[in-house]
Each structure stands twice: as structure tokens, then as C-alpha cells.
């Protein structure tokens, strides 16, 4: 088994190969604005790293979101296309569960709010509950700014790039020691946590809990009336 | 000759999704989904709509191109997509799918230009190109007159519209006439109806002083005013719009100031062929008013079917197809896309 784990949903464009044990191979880099440049690239350095071929990939799995449109579609059609040409299986997940499933994986346990940057001034939001047994989201994913989020989810422990960008409006738990101590949360999706919680939930089977399809978690109409002009005939 | 490169070809600068093949300088497939009813209802291209509709149609169209032309994407010899210019969030979709497939197939990838592709993609309808040849591109965003000597890496811009392009003022015209958006079909086909000389509209930097300074550069918004204020006049008297008249007289308008510079370039540069590329070349009027002037001052005129002058996936693999067989350097995997990609500038 080598699962292919793509997500460009967070500043992170991250691609990881996953032989069903662990992720053999990872490559990722942080720029929000050059998805699809670094993705392909990437693809191929995960591969030389795992001393793997193209064909040896048994299956992707792509974050499908939420996430800012652009360099969100770079990933899910780079993972649907890539698994089209070798008529391979692909898979999406919610990218706020590989959030939260990497946070599991460090250790952390209890609730948890995964919130990620939206632009607009808004944030992608999820509540999750982690135990032994793995992660449930309980509500979300949503979009909203930080300061209209329920007042418990903002004082949950928060992963995502959402308290570094909104501090006032997500402090997380008050300071009263409450917060699970030194366990790091992450800020950005890898998709070494992606493959992960893939590979574990394609493992367990479990009909109920299937994996999520493969249209990306838009949460927004398109925007008409802020279309911004070209040179083309387009609205402006 | 199966030792010509098989090439597949990605285009999503704009609302056109389109992948086609070919082989060398023969077509095999040119399949096209296009989210422009979408656009339709906002009078213009909406580019969060195009970019999700590329997405969606992306491997549905490719599936459907290997499909109709009985090709494994495993034959392929190389993929070309459209870097630039165009919508940077329609581009990105394209661009990506490609280096998803070079990647998957192990194959090279050539970010091409849109703007050659257009004029590439009549090698697959009427054979190589004469080197050099004169283009005149006429489309949605551009209007240019291009000197190429070589297709896959050397074309020259003689000049460009310095305002509206010629699509779109074909486009912005017929919104002021109440036709529906493109509005460029539209024009042309209530213009059959018309008389082309029943108003005399302006024909932008046509005159003696303007054929010095900007010979072979289009102005197409003075035009567009121009009829505007004469719609205007109409509705302010309360009389009925003659839109047949109105679409003729516009339609001849600029149709007679492009096939003018186009002639001229074509003297200008000693060239003896003239090639028609984008959109606008689907113009009927065009069509015929360049034959005519082109035949008598013999000069060849090739203008592609109307299918193949908007956007296409087979205009990209038609220019890719000329790459791979002039060995023609392939492009790096991390290419970028380029929005505003000029049209010098062939490949990525
Ligand atoms: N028969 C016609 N007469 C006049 N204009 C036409 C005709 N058919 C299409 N057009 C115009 O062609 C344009 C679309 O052409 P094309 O698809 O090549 O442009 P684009 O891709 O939007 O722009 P570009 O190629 O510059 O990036 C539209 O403006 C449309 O109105
Ligand atoms: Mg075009």
C-alpha cells in the first residue's frame, strides 16, 4: 500500500506518501501564494525520497477543504487528476479533521477547535472531541469571524493559524493550567496527518463513518458583484 | 507516421474548459465544456464561477478526449497547457491538472502562451506555417497584429489595441442593444440583416497622422461611445432602435480598420500570408472583407473554422505538438501561471 496525501488548503502546500504504517516520505512547503507551483514539485520529491515510482502509488487522498478557493482547487485537481491517470482510487477528507487528527496524533486529548484563515477577516471553523479511541468533529466546519464564534469554542485549545492571526478574539483556555501543557498544536494541514487518518479510517471500514467525497468545502457562493476586472470580457 | 509527438493540451485562461489532442500537426479530438451559461445571467465572466467550473469538468474532459480520439494517456509524448495570459484562478486549474499528469505519466510539460496557440492551432487545420507569418489576433482580451517568424519561440507584436479589445467591444456593444452576452454571435447575426453603411461610425486611429504614430494599433472604445450616444439619441427621440442597422454599421466599423492594418502589415513586412486567430475571426463579415481585400492585393488569408478561433485545448496541443518536434526545451515543473503573460513570451 502507498497512499498519495495532498492538501493545499492552509499556507502549507503539502504532499506525503503513507505505506499504511507510517508516512515514508514528506514534502512541504509554506507559501500562501504559489500553490501550484510548489505542488507538482512536490509530488515528485515525495516520490525520490520514497525511492518510489508513480505507478508503485495505490491510492490518493485529497484535503478537500475548507479553505481559501485558489490554492484549494491546486490540490483537488492535481490529486483527482493524478489518481485519473494511473486508474487509481481517490479519497477526500476534511482538512480540519487532518488538522485536529494531527493534534490527536501529538498527544493532545479532550476538546479542541480547529480554525484556520478564511480571508475577508473571517476564519474556517470546527469543534472536535479527542479521546483514545480518535476524533469525533462535533459542529463545523463553518466560516465566520473569529469574534462571532460561540464563546466556548473560543476558549477551547485552538489549532490552525486562526488565534495567530485573531488573538483577541481566539485567546483560548484561560490561564488557569486547564490547557493540556506543552502539547504544540498545529498551524498548518500536513498531509502526513491527512494520509494518516485516511489510511486508519479506510482500515476500520466502518460504513458509517466513510470518507468524505470529493467536492471541495466551498462554505461560500462565489463572489459576482467583487469580481475583479481583466483583460478578458469579464463583470468590472 | 506514428514517430510525430502525441500531445495532449490543457486550456482553462478563461470560461472554456478544453482538452484536445494531437498528433504532429494532425487533430484528433477537441473536446470543450464551457461554463458560459453561467456567465450569461451577469452579462460578463464571473471568475469564481469559471474556476469552479473548470474544476469540476476538468477529468471529465480529459476522460471524454482520450475516449473520442482512442488514446491512453500512457501514449502521450508530452502534455501542453495555457500558462498565460488569462484568469489567474481559471489558469491555475489547467496548470495544475497538466503537472498532475506529467508527474503521473512521467512525461514533459510545456507551459505555452494563449495568444500563439491561437495562431498555432491553424497548423492542424491548414498545414505548417509560412515562416514568417503575419497574424492578426482578435479576441476577448487582445487584439494584435503579429509578425511570426517562428511559432514556438520567436513572434513579434506589430501593435495592440490600446483600449478595448475587439471582442470586447463586439461584446459591450450588444449589451447597449439588448442581445445577450458573448454578445459577439449575436452582432453578426443581426447584422445579416443590416445595412453596413447606414450610419457612419468612427474608425478609431485610421487617420493620416494616427497611420504614423500607431500604425498598427487598434482603438475600439471611441467607437464603442460613439454608439452608445447614438442608441442613446434614439431612445431620448422616442424612436425605435434599428438593431439590425446599428450591428451592421458597428460590425463594418471595426471589421474595416482591422482588415485595413492587417493589409498593410502585410506590405509594410513583405508577408504574402495572413492568418486570422481568436474569437472575432468567427466574424462573418470579418471573413469576407479580408478575403476580398486580401485577394486583391494577393495576399493568402487563413483563417481556422469558427470552432477552432475560441478557446480550445486543441490550439494547445497544436503549438505543444510543434514544440516537442522542433525539440523545443520542455518547462520546468515548478512553472508559475502568468495572468498578464506577454505575447512575445511563447512558453513558460
Ligand atoms: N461571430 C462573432 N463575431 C464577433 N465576435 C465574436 C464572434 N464569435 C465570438 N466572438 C467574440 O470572441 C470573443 C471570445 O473569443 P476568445 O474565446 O478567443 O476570447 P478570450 O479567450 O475571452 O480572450 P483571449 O483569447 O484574448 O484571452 C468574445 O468577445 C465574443 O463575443
Ligand atoms: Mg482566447
Known amino acids: 500500500m502507498l497512499i498519495l496525501g495532498i492538501d493545499t488548503s492552509t499556507t502549507a502546500i503539502s504532499v506525503a506518501l503513507h505505506d499504511g504504517d507510517r508516512v515514508v516520505a514528506q514534502a512541504t512547503t509554506l507559501d500562501a501564494r504559489a500553490h501550484a507551483e510548489h505542488l507538482a514539485p512536490g509530488i515528485r520529491a515525495a516520490l525520490d525520497q520514497a525511492g518510489a515510482a508513480p505507478r508503485d502509488v495505490t491510492g490518493v487522498v485529497v484535503g478537500i477543504g475548507p479553505g481559501p478557493f485558489t490554492g484549494l482547487r491546486v490540490g483537488i485537481v492535481s490529486g483527482r487528476t493524478f489518481a485519473f491517470a494511473l486508474g487509481l482510487p481517490v479519497h477526500g477528507l476534511c482538512s480540519l479533521d487532518a488538522l485536529a487528527h494531527e493534534a490527536w496524533l501529538g498527544g493532545h486529548r479532550g476538546g479542541l477547535l480547529v480554525a484556520t484563515d478564511a480571508r475577508r477577516k473571517e476564519v474556517y471553523a470546527a469543534e472536535f472531541l479527542l479521546d483514545e479511541g480518535g476524533l469525533t468533529r462535533l459542529a463545523g466546519p463553518v466560516v465566520s469571524r473569529a469574534a462571532e464564534l460561540q464563546h466556548d469554542w473560543r476558549r477551547l485549545p485552538i489549532a490552525g493559524r486562526g488565534p495567530l492571526l485573531y488573538p483577541a478574539d481566539l485567546p483560548g483556555p484561560p490561564e488557569d493550567g486547564s490547557e493540556p501543557s506543552g502539547i504544540p498544536l498545529p498551524r498548518d494541514v500536513s498531509a502526513g496527518a491527512l494520509a494518516d487518518l485516511a489510511v486508519r479510517r479506510l482500515a476500520d471500514g466502518d460504513p458509517a463513518d466513510p470518507l468524505d467525497g470529493l467536492e471541495p468545502l466551498y462554505l461560500r457562493r462565489p463572489d459576482v458583484s467583487k469580481a475583479p476586472p481583466s483583460q478578458k470580457s469579464t463583470l468590472g | ?348
Open chain 2, 1 to 348: 507516421m506514428t514517430d510525430e509527438p502525441l500531445v495532449l493540451g490543457i486550456e482553462t485562461s478563461c470560461d472554456e474548459t478544453g482538452v484536445g489532442i494531437v498528433r504532429g500537426e494532425t487533430l484528433l479530438v477537441d473536446t470543450v465544456a464551457s461554463s458560459v451559461e453561467e456567465h450569461a445571467r451577469f452579462g460578463g465572466v464571473v471568475p469564481e464561477v469559471a474556476s469552479r467550473a473548470h474544476l469540476e469538468a476538468m477529468v471529465p474532459t480529459i476522460e471524454r478526449a482520450c475516449r473520442e480520439a482512442g488514446v491512453s494517456l500512457r501514449d502521450l509524448d508530452a502534455i501542453a497547457v495555457t500558462s498565460g495570459p488569462g484568469l489567474a484562478g481559471s489558469l491555475l486549474v489547467g496548470v495544475a491538472a497538466a503537472k498532475a499528469l506529467a508527474v503521473a505519466l512521467d512525461r514533459p510539460i510545456y507551459g505555452v502562451n494563449h495568444l500563439a496557440s491561437h495562431v498555432a492551432v491553424d497548423i492542424v487545420e491548414h498545414g505548417p506555417l509560412p515562416e514568417p507569418t503575419m497574424a492578426m489576433l482578435v479576441s476577448g482580451g487582445h487584439s494584435s497584429l503579429l509578425l511570426v517568424p517562428d511559432v514556438t519561440n520567436d513572434v513579434r507584436s506589430l501593435g495592440s489595441t490600446m483600449d478595448d479589445a475587439a471582442g470586447e467591444a463586439f461584446d459591450k456593444v450588444a449589451r447597449v442593444l439588448g442581445l445577450p452576452f458573448p454578445g459577439g454571435p449575436h452582432i453578426d447575426r443581426a447584422a445579416r440583416e443590416g445595412d453596413r453603411i447606414a450610419i457612419d461610425f468612427p474608425r478609431g486611429l485610421t487617420s493620416r497622422r494616427d497611420l504614423e504614430r500607431h500604425r498598427f494599433d487598434f482603438s475600439f472604445s471611441g467607437l464603442k461611445t460613439a454608439v452608445a450616444r447614438w442608441v442613446e439619441m434614439r431612445h431620448r427621440d422616442g424612436e425605435a432602435v434599428p438593431v439590425a442597422d446599428v450591428a451592421a454599421s458597428f460590425q463594418e466599423a471595426v471589421v474595416d480598420v482591422l482588415t485595413r492594418k492587417a493589409v498593410l502589415a502585410c506590405k509594410d513586412n513583405g508577408v504574402d500570408h495572413l492568418l486570422i486567430g481568436g474569437g472575432v475571426a468567427a466574424n462573418s463579415r470579418l471573413r469576407a472583407l479580408a478575403e476580398e481585400r486580401c485577394t486583391k492585393a494577393g495576399i493568402a488569408l487563413r483563417v481556422p473554422r469558427p470552432g477552432l478561433c475560441t478557446d480550445n485545448g486543441a490550439m494547445v496541443a497544436a503549438l505543444g505538438a510543434q514544440m516537442v518536434a522542433k525539440g523545443r526545451e520542455p518547462s520546468d515543473l515548478g512553472l508559475p501561471t502568468d495572468s498578464s503573460m506577454p505575447v512575445q513570451l511563447v512558453q513558460s
